[in-house]
């Protein structure tokens, strides 16, 4: 099943090899991006740590051990993640009713769509008392596998104190333990539990492997995939969910804004924008469409094969112009800022505005 | 999977089983039970696990089908327990349990049993046996004293040592100590071939000739609760990663903590000057009493004493102070005093068999051991008090 990870070769050929030459270290930490597939590396390298199956191919993915792996309830298989306060009992058990829900779809929803991100309700972290309880349940001895596994999704989220907590289990965990960090942020992660860590740098993945899942896993079809996998930015996440929406109403809506720029139409713009209040994650879909399509405008003329949105071939070639492919630089940077700008909570109808304005003045021959 | 059973004898084989299923924990199905029917045997095996402690539960019925299922505990045992006394019918239809009884008919949705955590295999033969009684007896001499604090998890279990002429149990959480001996080679197995067994699980633990193992004090309370004299013996086997307890119709599988104890006996003082010896329960109350007022925040109070005068006192800066002045009492040494935390000592006094207490101590920041009047045979037990500084 290690070949089901995509465009991570890297990564897999490394920890087979620690698999097949018995040095598996006692903590990893997986950094890189959202969306690459560090979690579901850190799932399938447990459970090939503790496959039944013989074979070399391991895991097996339908072995005893392999399934209640991927169920999430193997004894020796702990998992952490950012939760909201679950009020843990020192026994381990959820003492808020309202958290246990959200908690047991938060898991659910790894196992069935992990492609898709749950959001508790209230401010997240990985809290004391489930270090506490991770520190105590490793001091008890090992239940039915061979190495027990311990995932701590985005470790990057745990306050200072309850970091320090962890250093001395971290740094020499029980044997046959092997603890498996991950995090987006590595510079979030206290010095003291990187250098603790094994680290394993995951990739973004290139634009081929995304068309290639968004294809076969997904029955996507191609052009939509092509876009989806170009304005991803390498993480699989945003590709699935760009990819799924509906219609393709923020692209459609992209061309809208070129259309509306090219024929400088800038009252109905300020229109749409005052009667349309798109949250932040589309307008940053859309500044990622504009950038391939600013793209486009410039292959139109040298390279047309290369051409993401070649079902508006004629559109295109009907707003660019001579000097586009000399203006382009500067619009693909200012899109950058924008998008920095949503991150860093700027209203969005401003830069919508600023937004018309130079996509405007890229058209404008 | 089909049988048939009597609910009274149902009821009396699960009625302990549903303390240990969990309910709200992170991992569902384990708030289950694995109920296992086999036609041959005649045996339905009933199984709960909360990870740290596995118990199994095996008793006759009348099986027409074998098979196992998952199902949860906590409504299994309602429906069994509010079932009028009469024979019970379960069964497995697709993917629900039927149970039927008289007019009554319940399905219960089953889970997914491959999910269970695995219940290993036992072989009984390498175990050794203890009297239940002394063990239920070595265990509430000492489950008392554990810690409660899960960032030391190694104190929230009992210590166990097995020597080649000598068990050892003792529990402490850093404030006090309780521990008992008993020494008495005939616990151990007499029989050859179990002799080779106890050198053989010797050897495991390297080269030192005693075996240690750090036993939690939920899997002991269970045991207590379990041992109703329906049997005499208990059968225990010793694995590196875990102790499984046999009695009567139940199997415990209990997971060690894995680490090493701390060196309590350090603390123990042999050398004390002072010693007073005085009735268990005139203490025990006077202490209830003058405790009522005691500071909430350490539970302080206070012990003077000379060869004339034995006074319990305590002050709180709230509510006022107390003070009561026993007699009765045998005091050698010289004159002294010392503070304590006073549930401790409650603690320990309850777990005192004799009529009188015997109480060493000595300077203000000496802790106290504490001792029975008598022991019984190859038996000892001694309690130790860390003072309060003052």
């Known amino acids: 099943m290690f070949r089901r990870i995509k465009g991570q070769n890297q990564v897999v050929d490394l920890l087979q090899r620690a698999i097949e030459q018995q040095r598996i270290a006692q903590a990893y930490l997986f950094h890189g991006s959202d969306g690459v597939g560090k979690f579901m590396t850190a799932l399938y390298f447990g459970m090939a740590l503790n496959c039944y199956s013989s074979s070399e191919y391991r895991p097996c993915g339908v072995c005893s051990s392999c399934h209640k792996f991927l169920q999430f309830e193997h004894p020796d298989f702990i998992y952490l993640f950012p939760t909201v306060n679950l009020k843990l009992s020192p026994e381990g058990e959820i003492k808020d009713s309202d958290a246990l829900k959200q908690y047991e779809s938060y898991i659910n929803n790894k196992i069935e769509s992990p492609w898709q991100d749950f959001f508790f309700s209230g401010s997240t972290e990985i809290r004391k008392e489930s270090i506490s309880l991770l520190i105590k349940r490793l001091e008890y001895s090992i239940h039915e596998a061979q190495h027990r596994v311990v995932i701590i999704e985005n470790a990057d989220m745990m306050n200072t104190q309850t970091a320090n907590a962890f250093l001395k289990t971290l740094e020499e965990p029980p044997q046959n333990t092997v603890i498996i960090l991950t995090t987006e942020k590595l510079p979030q992660v206290l010095p003291t539990i990187l250098s603790r860590c094994q680290p394993v740098y995951f990739k973004p993945l290139s634009q081929s492997v995304i068309q290639?899942?968004?294809?076969?896993?997904?029955?996507?079809?191609?052009?939509?995939?092509?876009?989806?996998?170009?304005?991803?930015?390498?993480?699989?996440?945003?590709?699935?969910?760009?990819?799924?929406?509906?219609?393709?109403?923020?692209?459609?809506?992209?061309?809208?804004?070129?259309?509306?720029?090219?024929?400088?139409?800038?009252?109905?713009?300020?229109?749409?924008?005052?009667?349309?209040?798109?949250?932040?994650?589309?307008?940053?879909?859309?500044?990622?469409?504009?950038?391939?399509?600013?793209?486009?405008?410039?292959n139109i003329h040298y390279a047309p094969d290369e051409v993401t949105n070649f079902d508006r071939t004629d559109f295109l070639k009907g707003i660019s112009h001579a000097s586009i492919p000399d203006r382009v630089p500067d619009y693909l940077l200012l899109l950058d800022d924008f998008s920095r700008k949503v991150d860093g909570n700027v209203n969005p109808s401003l830069i919508r505005i600023n937004l018309f304005i130079a996509t405007k003045n890229l058209l404008t021959p | 999977?089909?049988?048939?059973?009597?609910?009274?004898?149902?009821?009396?084989?699960?009625?302990?089983?549903?303390?240990?299923?969990?309910?709200?924990?992170?991992?569902?199905?384990?708030?289950?039970?694995?109920?296992?029917?086999?036609?041959?045997?005649?045996?339905?095996?009933?199984?709960?696990?909360?990870?740290?402690?596995?118990?199994?539960?095996?008793?006759?019925?009348?099986?027409?089908?074998?098979?196992?299922?998952?199902?949860?505990?906590?409504?299994?045992?309602?429906?069994?327990?509010?079932?009028?006394?009469?024979?019970?019918?379960?069964?497995?239809?697709?993917?629900?349990?039927?149970?039927?009884?008289?007019?009554?008919?319940?399905?219960?949705?089953?889970?997914?049993?491959?999910?269970?955590?695995?219940?290993?295999?036992?072989?009984?033969?390498?175990?050794?046996?203890l009297d239940a009684q002394l063990l239920s007896r070595m265990i509430s001499k000492t489950s008392f004293a554990v810690s409660t604090d899960v960032n030391r998890a190694v104190l929230t279990g009992v210590c166990w040592k097995i020597m080649p002429n000598e068990h050892l149990m003792a529990a402490t959480d850093g404030r006090k100590v309780a521990e008992i001996r008993i020494k008495n080679s005939s616990l151990l197995p007499k029989q050859p071939e179990s002799d080779a067994n106890e050198t053989n699980f010797l050897d495991k633990t390297s080269n030192e000739d005693y075996l240690e193992k750090i036993i939690p004090v939920k899997t002991l309370v269970f045991l207590q609760k379990i041992m109703d004299n329906s049997a005499k013996e208990i059968k225990v086997l010793i694995e590196s990663s875990k102790v499984i307890f046999s009695y009567d119709k139940y199997l415990v599988f209990s997971q060690?903590?894995?680490?090493?104890?701390?060196?309590?006996?350090?603390?123990f003082v042999t050398d004390l000057q002072n010693q007073f010896v005085i009735d268990r329960a005139n203490l025990h109350n006077a202490i209830r009493r003058v405790a009522l007022v005691a500071p909430m925040d350490n539970l302080r109070i206070r012990f003077e004493l000379d060869s004339e005068k034995f006074e319990v006192n305590t002050s709180n800066r709230d509510t006022g102070d107390a003070k009561e002045n026993l007699d009765e009492y045998n005091f050698s040494g010289s004159q002294t005093g010392v503070s304590f935390n006073y549930r401790y000592m409650l603690g320990i006094l309850e777990a005192i068999d004799s009529d009188k207490v015997v109480i060493k101590l000595g300077s203000s920041k000496d802790p106290l051991m504490i001792y029975n009047m008598s022991n019984k045979e190859n038996e000892e037990i001694t309690f130790l008090l860390m003072p309060l500084r003052s």
């Open chain 1, 212 to 298: 290639d899942i968004l294809f076969d896993g997904f029955k996507i079809d191609t052009v939509v995939a092509k876009s989806a996998a170009r304005i991803s930015g390498g993480n699989l996440k945003t590709a699935i969910r760009v990819a799924h929406d509906t219609e393709n109403s923020t692209r459609d809506k992209a061309f809208e804004l070129m259309a509306l720029a090219a024929k400088s139409k800038s009252l109905e713009h300020l229109n749409h924008v005052l009667n349309h209040k798109d949250n932040t994650d589309a307008l940053l879909d859309m500044l990622a469409y504009l950038g391939v399509i600013a793209n486009d405008l410039v």
């Open chain 2, 1 to 129: 999977m089909r049988f048939a059973i009597e609910k009274k004898e149902l009821m009396q084989s699960v009625q302990h089983l549903v303390s240990v299923a969990p309910t709200k924990n992170a991992s569902p199905i384990l708030t289950n039970y694995l109920i296992d029917a086999n036609a041959e045997q005649g045996m339905v095996k009933i199984t709960t696990s909360d990870l740290d402690i596995t118990v199994v539960v095996e008793f006759a019925a009348a099986v027409s089908e074998g098979g196992t299922i998952a199902v949860s505990a906590r409504h299994f045992n309602e429906i069994i327990n509010l079932m009028p006394e009469a024979i019970i019918n379960f069964w497995r239809h697709d993917e629900l349990l039927k149970i039927e009884s008289n007019k009554i008919d319940y399905n219960l949705l089953i889970a997914d049993h491959t999910l269970f955590p695995l219940v290993p295999e036992v072989k009984l033969d390498k175990a050794f046996t």
């Open chain 2, 256 to 267: 060690v903590l894995e680490h090493k104890y701390p060196e309590y006996q350090k603390a």
